[in-house]
């Protein structure tokens, strides 16, 4: 039965209280039963997930065809073998053309609600070269995405508000690309969605936050530090309990900058578009979501040791539309330098830091022509101490552009001797350097500090939630 405008828009369609019901099942599951049982029963938890995704979910994709008996024998894929099979990686088995052709309806219509059966809607990761990627989800993906963030993060304080009946709903506000129309449709009584395009002037988002008045306030890192800034200026008004740093990096800066405007840290939640892949703790650790995927390791430079880096290979037993199944990111990950098991009763396992999309790694060469990798984290730790406020860098293996804002010889000079120092600590022959003035960022786009120089600065859509 439809729902009717007017009097009573509390009343449900059995559907929306299907999707509440996974979602608050969820939310139960992150919060409390995940940490029963510890590492043995995550091994448990993890078997049964794959057990399923071989036996049930991957014989319906038609790129397993005949189905599989164990994980090892699938092959390891990414986005180029995704999109040239993209029919065969999904249980629908719905054609790249017609996501393609959805996804920009949605995009310029800002709409998402979703015209591909069974309510699938579709999200596009650009990254920072070659094609987007394109995935798709449908609505219990999404629940299930939203019961476990809030049930992993959600504050003592505002998990009371949630369940006493006499309290204000809790209210909470996403600030994301794409809309979340399907939150509003499973508010309820006790917890209220209000959705922030973040396509639109920064006054537009600034009035949309501060209206909705957030006890919990979901955004791109990039946002959050603009919004901050604007509540340090005296311009928000809000003073949300809970910020979640979504679809980018968080830098410890822009962190402090957060926390100096709301007093609360900002918690981190690691995802792409092909998944939720790691979380913080309230220890401030981050813990791969292992209570949904299996990683596997790609170490970099044979580099398996404590504080090795990885290119992680991810399969995602959570995954019910479009498989996830040994899906090779372009992330870097770096194990941490002391145990991988954190105190916190979350027994996944612990990294110590996503150092951004394998393309922000720059590589360059020693001097007898050796490849020499220079991550991410160190240049930004570089560029920080040249005190440039915003910066981009572009690089090729031959040529480096840095772009930095303000351009002043003082800066650019800077900009050159921390570099300089950082290839020579690093063993790297500094490459032909250029600095250049920054192009002002469109608001909306992904903060890509550092990408190579054969693709412009792309956008990510962050709509698989
Ligand atoms: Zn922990």
Same mark, same amino acid.
């Given at each position: 039965?439809?729902?009717?405008?007017?009097?009573?828009?509390?009343?449900? +369609?059995?559907?929306? !209280? *299907?999707?509440?019901?996974?979602a608050?099942?969820r939310f139960?599951r992150a919060r409390? @039963?995940?940490?029963?049982?510890? &590492?043995?029963?995550?091994? #448990?938890?993890?078997?049964?997930?794959?057990?399923?995704?071989?036996?049930?979910?991957?014989?319906?994709?038609?790129?397993?065809?005949?189905?599989?008996?164990?994980?090892? %024998? !699938?092959?390891?894929?990414?986005?180029?073998?995704?999109?040239?099979?993209?029919?065969?990686?999904?249980?629908?088995?719905?054609?790249?053309?017609?996501?393609?052709? =959805?996804?920009?309806?949605?995009?310029?219509?800002?709409?998402?609600?979703?015209?591909?059966?069974?309510?699938?809607?579709?999200?596009?990761?650009?990254?920072?070269?070659?094609?987007?990627?394109?995935?798709?989800?449908?609505?219990?993906?999404r629940m299930r995405w939203a019961g476990t963030v809030l049930g992993r993060l959600l504050?003592?304080?505002?998990? @009371?508000?949630?369940?006493?009946?006499?309290?204000?709903?809790?209210?909470i &506000?996403f600030?994301?690309?794409?809309?979340s129309?399907?939150y509003?449709?499973?508010?309820?009584?006790?917890?209220?969605?209000?959705?922030?395009?973040?396509?639109?002037?920064?006054?537009?988002?600034?009035?949309?936050?501060?209206?909705?008045?957030?006890?919990v306030?979901v955004?791109?890192?990039?946002?959050?530090?603009?919004?901050?800034?604007?509540?340090?200026?005296? =311009?928000?008004?809000?003073?949300?309990?809970l910020?979640v740093a979504v679809a980018?990096?968080?830098?410890?800066?822009?962190?402090?900058?957060? =926390?100096?405007?709301?007093?609360?840290?900002?918690r981190r939640v690691y995802q792409? *578009?092909?998944g939720l892949l790691a979380l913080d703790?309230?220890?401030?650790?981050?813990?791969?979501n $292992?209570q949904s995927?299996?990683? $596997?390791?790609?170490?970099?430079?044979?580099? =398996?040791?404590?504080?090795?880096?990885?290119?992680?290979?991810?399969?995602?037993?959570d995954?019910?539309?479009?498989?996830?199944?040994?899906?090779?990111?372009?992330?870097?990950? #770096?194990?941490?330098?002391?145990?991988?098991?954190?105190?916190?009763?979350?027994?996944?396992? @612990?990294? %110590?830091?996503?150092?951004?999309?394998?393309?922000?790694?720059?590589? &360059?060469?020693?001097?007898?022509?050796?490849?020499?990798?220079?991550?991410?984290?160190?240049?930004?730790?570089?560029? +920080? *101490?040249?005190?440039?406020?915003?910066?981009?860098?572009?690089? &090729?293996?031959?040529?480096?552009?840095?772009?930095?804002?303000?351009?002043?010889?003082?800066?650019?000079?800077?900009?050159?001797?921390?570099?300089?120092?950082?290839?020579?600590?690093?063993?790297? @022959?500094?490459?032909?350097?250029?600095?250049?003035?920054?192009?002002?960022?469109?608001?909306?786009?992904? /903060?890509?500090?550092?990408? #190579?120089?054969?693709?412009?600065? /792309?956008?990510?859509?962050a709509?698989v939630v």
């Open positions: 039965m439809p729902e009717q405008d007017g009097a009573d828009t509390r009343c449900r +369609t059995p559907r929306d !209280a *299907t999707l509440q019901a996974i608050a099942a139960v409390w @039963v995940d940490r029963i049982g510890g &590492a043995a029963s995550l091994e #448990r938890r993890q078997r049964r997930g794959l057990e399923r995704l071989l036996r049930e979910r991957m014989p319906r994709a038609a790129h397993y065809r005949g189905g599989l008996d164990r994980l090892g %024998d !699938a092959p390891v894929v990414d986005k180029a073998t995704v999109l040239a099979d993209f029919s065969g990686f999904n249980v629908r088995g719905i054609p790249l053309d017609t996501a393609l052709a =959805e996804a920009r309806a949605a995009e310029a219509s800002r709409d998402f609600r979703g015209e591909l059966p069974g309510g699938v809607t579709v999200g596009l990761s650009s990254g920072t070269s070659g094609r987007p990627g394109v995935f798709l989800v449908d609505p219990a993906e504050d003592r304080r505002s998990l @009371v508000q949630l369940v006493q009946p006499w309290l204000p709903p809790l209210r &506000a600030a994301l690309r794409a809309n129309n399907l509003e449709s499973v508010a309820s009584r006790r917890l209220s969605f209000a959705f922030v395009d973040l396509v639109a002037p920064f006054e537009q988002i600034r009035q949309g936050v501060a209206g909705a008045r957030p006890d306030l955004a791109p890192s990039s946002l959050l530090v603009e919004l901050a800034r604007a509540g340090l200026r005296g =311009e928000l008004g809000i003073e949300p309990r910020v980018e990096v968080l830098d410890d800066a822009d962190s402090e900058l957060v =926390e100096s405007a709301w007093g609360v840290r900002p792409a *578009t092909e703790c309230d220890r401030g650790r981050l813990h791969l $292992e995927i299996v990683v $596997e390791s790609e170490w970099i430079d044979g580099s =398996e040791v404590v504080g090795g880096r990885f290119v992680p290979i991810v399969t995602d037993f995954r019910s539309t479009q498989l996830i199944v040994r899906y090779r990111l372009d992330d870097v990950l #770096r194990m941490p330098a002391r145990g991988q098991r954190c105190g916190c009763g979350n027994p996944a396992r @612990v990294i %110590d830091a996503v150092e951004g999309r394998a393309d922000e790694v720059i590589e &360059a060469f020693a001097p007898d022509g050796r490849v020499v990798r220079v991550f991410p984290d160190a240049v930004r730790r570089a560029m +920080t *101490t040249a005190s440039t406020a915003e910066w981009g860098i572009r690089w &090729a293996p031959d040529a480096i552009e840095v772009a930095i804002d303000p351009l002043d010889p003082e800066h650019a000079r800077a900009v050159r001797g921390v570099l300089a120092r950082l290839f020579e600590t690093v063993g790297a @022959v500094l490459p032909e350097l250029d600095v250049v003035a920054l192009a002002p960022r469109q608001l909306g786009a992904k /903060q890509v500090r550092i990408a #190579r120089a054969h693709a412009a600065t /792309q956008e990510e859509t709509d």
